[in-house]
């Protein structure tokens, strides 16, 4: 799936996700997620409904108490220094590798706060912020974005603070291939005609799969979303916080949501923005996703046909028609890339190009941006800047390196549900779904939630719902045209969740708070201030 980090507004920093996201089902986050993907549940709501009753699995709280073995994480002092820009500081926290042998040995979490300038009142304690992925480096988002941009009230009076999760950015990172072969795999083909590029695409997932094991070892049984929760419980306490307050972006409200699940009486003030639904299957995810990024182009397509320089139709064509004439671009593509002035010499290919415009999806700010690259690649035969947005989707700078991302990505999707397909067999049969769901996305996605079928470890997680059961009002934030995080997942999620309640924004993008609708951002600010949710049903646009 493309759950991936948040991708930003305009005003937001670029980052690179699903997201709902890197390749499908690798959650993405991000946001922009990308996003792409992630992924943790079973069994499947219907289009039309609201919470996912088939599922009879709820997520258990945890024990009130600490267990004696897990006392010395819970008592630990964080040596703090100064870091990164002015005002920000830094330190390394301890917890168990397995938090059923906490013997067995530590990971080395990276935490960084901004202290509330406490010019506007009383101090809240600490917000913990995490923009998605999974996969994406809360720090980084700390550091670039929420510290700095967040409204001034807020961080007049919280302490604003991320840990990077297990697995992630500078938190004994999860690692798995070299640039060089990094390139090669985003560049496989996800669209397979024959036998032949069936197997090669198999390949690059084993060989993918294989060398996050080999580079990994132990780490990748133990990146779930449970672990990071509970990690999350760990810094709250040393921090002091009798109870934690949250925000997560995209993937970053399973983490938030699981949080709640698991300890609902130590959950205070939570925003969950860009929701996910535990209760869905890695299938049906991948599936939504799909349905998601369809809805995302086909606003898009309206859009860019209104432009005199959309290169994908003219005033009154439809968005049938502007998905067809995209679609035949990619398979000339397919059939022969185009040059992208790239140093490396890469091309652009229809696996790059596809990224590339997946990429934009996240949010309607970039949308001149990707007119202007389809146009270059279409009628100059210049590739280069599908190729920077593809590359900025996969977290790839100018020297060819590739942070953390799309490994992290497919390590915690992989172990928090079983895989969406077994076999290419099963992706075949699966096809017409897909198709149905983005005749543009759908045979690509479907391939790309093949992944964690060749994964060296197996799940531990499975689809659950999450109801936090004692847990004060938690804010639910739903954008009805998210291309990631369809506006239905804010809806279950919401539904499920004992004190859930829903904010709607009318819009498109993945995410809303922070997007420019003053309406939703005083809701959630009066909510993080007073304390006070949205009124039920409340919309925003």
């Not at 945890?62 to 267990?67: A, C, F, G, I, V």
């Not at 349905?291 to 309206?302: E, I, L, P, V």
């Not at 659950?464 to 739903?478: D, F, L, S, Y």
Request: charged residues 20%; aromatic residues 8%; hydrophobic residues 35%.
């Amino acid at each position: 799936m493309h759950i991936r980090r948040i991708p930003g507004p305009s005003r937001r920093p670029r980052r690179t996700r699903s997201l709902p996201s890197a390749r499908p089902h690798q959650v993405r986050r991000a946001g922009g997620t990308l996003l792409a993907a992630a992924a943790l549940f079973m069994s499947a709501c219907s289009a039309g409904s609201l919470t996912s009753a088939t599922v009879d699995v709820a997520l258990p709280a945890l024990p009130r108490s600490t267990p004696s073995a897990l006392s010395p994480y819970y008592a630990q002092r964080l040596n703090w220094r100064s870091c990164g820009a002015s005002g920000f500081e830094c330190a390394t926290m301890k917890v168990p590798l397995d938090y059923d042998k906490p013997l067995s040995g530590d990971v080395s979490l990276a935490v960084s706060r901004k202290r509330a300038t406490g010019s506007l009142g009383q101090s809240l304690g600490s917000l913990l912020v995490n923009p998605g992925g999974p996969g994406g480096s809360a720090i980084g988002y700390l550091q670039q974005y929420a510290a700095v941009s967040y409204p001034a009230e807020v961080r007049a009076r919280y302490d604003m603070v991320a840990v990077d999760p297990r697995g992630v950015g500078r938190s004994d990172p999860v690692e798995c291939l070299g640039g060089r072969a990094m390139d090669a795999f985003t560049q496989t083909d996800m669209t397979p005609d024959d036998q032949r590029e069936t197997n090669q695409l198999v390949d690059a997932y084993r060989q993918f799969a294989e060398g996050c094991g080999q580079r990994s070892g132990d780490l990748l049984r133990h990146v779930s979303t449970v672990e990071a929760a509970r990690d999350m419980d760990v810094l709250r306490a040393v921090l002091g916080d009798r109870r934690l307050n949250f925000v997560g972006a995209s993937y970053g409200t399973f983490l938030g949501a699981t949080y709640a699940g698991l300890y609902p009486e130590r959950v205070g003030r939570m925003v969950l923005d860009g929701a996910m639904d535990p209760s869905l299957s890695a299938r049906q995810l991948n599936e939504d996703q799909t349905a998601g990024f369809d809805t995302a182009f086909r606003s898009f397509a309206k859009d860019c046909v209104k432009h005199a320089d959309c290169p994908l139709g003219g005033p009154g064509t439809t968005p049938a028609k502007v998905g067809e004439n995209l679609e035949a671009f990619f398979t000339k593509l397919d059939a022969s890339p185009i040059p992208a002035g790239d140093a490396d010499g890469r091309k652009l290919g229809e696996a790059l190009a596809t990224s590339g415009v997946i990429a934009a999806m996240y949010d309607q700010a970039t949308w001149p941006q990707l007119r202007e690259a389809l146009t270059s690649a279409m009628k100059s035969n210049d590739g280069a800047g599908l190729l920077v947005l593809s590359d900025t989707y996969y977290e790839r700078d100018a020297n060819g390196r590739y942070s953390n991302l799309m490994f992290a990505n497919a390590a915690v999707n992989c172990l928090d549900l079983p895989s969406a397909f077994s076999s290419p067999e099963d992706v075949e049969k699966a096809l017409p779904e897909f198709q149905k769901a983005s005749p543009v996305f759908g045979k690509g996605l479907a391939w790309s939630a093949l992944n964690c079928a060749y994964w060296p470890v197996r799940a531990t997680g499975q689809a659950h719902r999450i109801q936090a059961k004692g847990a004060p009002p938690i804010v639910v934030v739903g954008t009805t045209r998210d291309p990631a995080t369809p506006y239905r997942w804010a809806q279950s999620l919401a539904a499920q969740l004992a004190s859930g309640r829903l904010l709607t924004f009318d819009g498109d993008g993945h995410t809303a708070y922070g997007r420019g609708s003053k309406c939703v951002e005083g809701a959630v600010d009066t909510y993080l201030l007073q304390g006070m949710p949205p009124a039920k049903g409340k919309r925003c646009s």
